[in-house]
């Protein structure tokens, strides 16, 4: 992605710009670097919750006025949490961008944390937990993260505990609040249809003023290197089984990245989508051994886009009544190739051209760029953005065959699987 | 007219052309764009299909691309793959559609693709078998989810067993696990037309080397003898639309899934159609019902005050049939019948008294806005594009849009809003874990 420009506030706000002036929209996003990684044990949930209460009151706001705001525009809006990082943002007619700044700006410090919407929001957050329960992949996820993670909060899931979520109260929550935000924990990433130099006028107008906020303490945790491979088994009422076999991997800053990004190219498709993914290509190897030949239903690999070490998963949906060995054995036949044999050139090839044209094409929208930029700097440096197909260009047969050896190993492995049970936990 | 996005997309800017196998070409270039969608719809939905074979019509597009006279369902992959392209096939319940996305200068190879799927499909015994399966997979997952279980249920209800919009468009195990190579050509042969057929394309793309290159591919796609004309499709259509008279009483079930711990409900009446002149009033008092900020009224009510749910909102669905208006939430089984309540009482209060000037103003400009938002992509431009040929607004239809929704008053949204749902006899289904007895 070119033509990206990065400016910084006197107290530390950066501020990421590209200008696109196809369509007369625009795209505003505050991001702030605290997510899932910055919850202390009994906190799990808390970053997803303070989200959450920044819909509700601040000093000048009620809650739904900031959807009357912008939706009254014909605008967007909405904001996600995850491990590492949350983010909130506006897409609207660019005429209006101001608007976004408007409410970014007031919550940034603003918000009240009014003891009745905690309250209120505790049984909404445990309802969306609860929704979540419903799914099998849910499950058998909390399950694999926590055994992955003994040490690093990675291992507790962005939604919480319900334990947590039931026990923290407003004073947990206001103060991870004024823990995390403000300008010098903050990146504004905004694309599309405005003036750069009028445009950080007016960022300067709304956020300048604000004080410097001294920086949240560092996550201390790292998790330990893992020694021998680990399993989980989920046994619940579901339709089918499904297995999530994983490896650790390292952060997204690490030079190994590229490779690892080319070795699951070569697995499942290329990186195409704003957080990293890109679905299952048809013509990749595990669509091949496992949904062409009919013994599965569907397949999917990714891996981690984190600021610290994470994972890369191989994510198997078996029919019903499946048998789980079988198809335990041929992913790890997959990987046993990976370490045997290095790809061709052209193979190499092949997934530079399809990762070119699949964020050409992916990337249309302000918002899916903005969210690009932003997710890459949580997690490493925006500049990825720029340099990615040429950094998978550099990648050798090689490189992918060492770096399957290197972290797809057995000592480095954890293998999940769901199995359906009857509701008493017996075999269903 | 710039319909307020910087396209100016109307009938002096998109070339329409009419192939010579009858199938209608609409092309939008955008050159501002490294790339294409393509997009189009046609007969081949579950209207056309029985009851004893519901599911019929999702298989076989689903299954259009796993072999042709000239590749193997690999060789397809392998083509689009190699160039980073994708183009899919699915059936909705009153039409077949596909849609493609590539670098602008792969068009010849969708389009060609596209041509090579529907004209000469030869759907292999082991790949149709696979489908199958997999389909198989998909309906044991939607029993198992709340939210598919209850949606499910509640068309059956609403439409009854003798409509195919009462039944899911990928069809129930029963029927699909009899579905065999024979039953999918035999259908296809049937009911995929060019004639019906309207084809978008929108892009970095050359409006005549574009038709040029529709005739040679989708152009040269000559039906069977007795394949379904578009009056036929208009007839089964017509025969698909839902009567207006309301049940007796309120029709409700409770559905039971092991193993969950929040219940989804899906609370509706039978809405309109989108040809309906009402449905600019009806999208307006649907905003503000169940949309407008997070939920709009019910949102407010259900999730914001009394801290039931993470999502209440409501929908309207567009369709040459009459579809649902419908309330949906996911809720603790405790609440069920507080949340259903509150979203009762929200629909009431908005069919008896209209909205207030800054509610209404609100809702109209969020609709008026949001449109060049919708156009922003290639694939957006060819959808709406799609929906204007499909429900006959024809390709002005943007520079009237803003007039047609400032014109809704605060009584129509009464109106509208009192003529589904101030009927008493709704329908409901819930699916979660087993109910409290209250």
Redesign the interface.
Known sequence: MDNVREHALANGLAVLTREVH????ATFFVWYRVGARDEPQGMSGASHWVEHMM?KRTQRLA??D???MV??????FNAFTYEDATAYHE???AEHLDLALEIESDRMLNAVFDPDDV??????????R??H????MFRLMEAVESTAFRVHPYGHGVIGSKADLRSMTRDDLFGHYQQHYGPSNAVIVAVGDFATHDFLDRVEQHFGDFPSNSPPPAVAEREPAQEEARRVEVH?????PVLMLCHHTPERSHADCAPLLVLNALLSG?P?GPFGGGGT????RLY?RF??S?IA??VGADVGVNVDPSLHRVVV?L??GGVPEPIEEAVLDEIQRLHDEAPSQEELD?VV??????R??TL???TAQAVQLGMLEMAASWRLSQTLTDDLQRVTPDDVQRVARTYLCESARVTGWFMPA??NGAAA | MTN????AINADSVARHTLQNGATLLVYPNP????VAIGAYHAGGAVLETRESAGLASLTADALNRGTADRS??EF??A??????SLSFHADTEYAAFGG???AE?LELLLTLAADALAQPTFPE?EV??VR??T???L??A?????SRAARRFRELLYGPGNPNGWPEDGYAETVREFEADDLRTFHARAYAPASMVLAVVGAVDPMATRDLAERTIGAWNPQRDAVTPAGWRQALDAADAPTASAEAVRREDLT??????TEFLLGWMGIRRTDPSYYATIVANFILGQ???GGRIG?NV?????????ASSYVVPGLTRQPWSIRA???PANVDRAIEASLHEARQLAETPPDDEELG?SK?????????R????DGIANMLLTMQRYGLGLDHLGVYADLIRSVTADDVRDVTAAVMSDPAYTLVTA?PELPTS
């Open positions: 196809t369509a007369p929209i819909f809650p739904g900031i959807g009357r939706e009254g525009v014909g605008g967007t897409t609207l007619p309250e209120a929001e505790r049984t909404v957050i445990i309802s969306e609860e929704g329960e419903a799914s099998p619940h009422p579901g339709p089918f290329p195409s290509l048809r013509t990749s091949q949904v062409a009919g239903a569907s949906i029919h019903p092949r051209r399809q990762t070119r044209a699949k050409a094409i249309e929208s302000v009857a509701a | 307020g996005s910087r396209h501002a764009s490294p790339s369902f690999l992959s392998q689009l793959d190699h160039v980073g392209a996305r590539a670098l792969d082991d078998g696979r399966e997999q198989l997979t998909v044991a997952h029993e198992d989810s709340p939210g899934i092991e193993g969950k711990t929040q407008l900020g997070l407010s999730r914001d005050t009394q801290g039931l749910a993470y999502h996911g809720i603790n609100l400009q969020a609709l008026i806005g949001s449109l060049p938002l156009l922003e992509r290639n979660g």
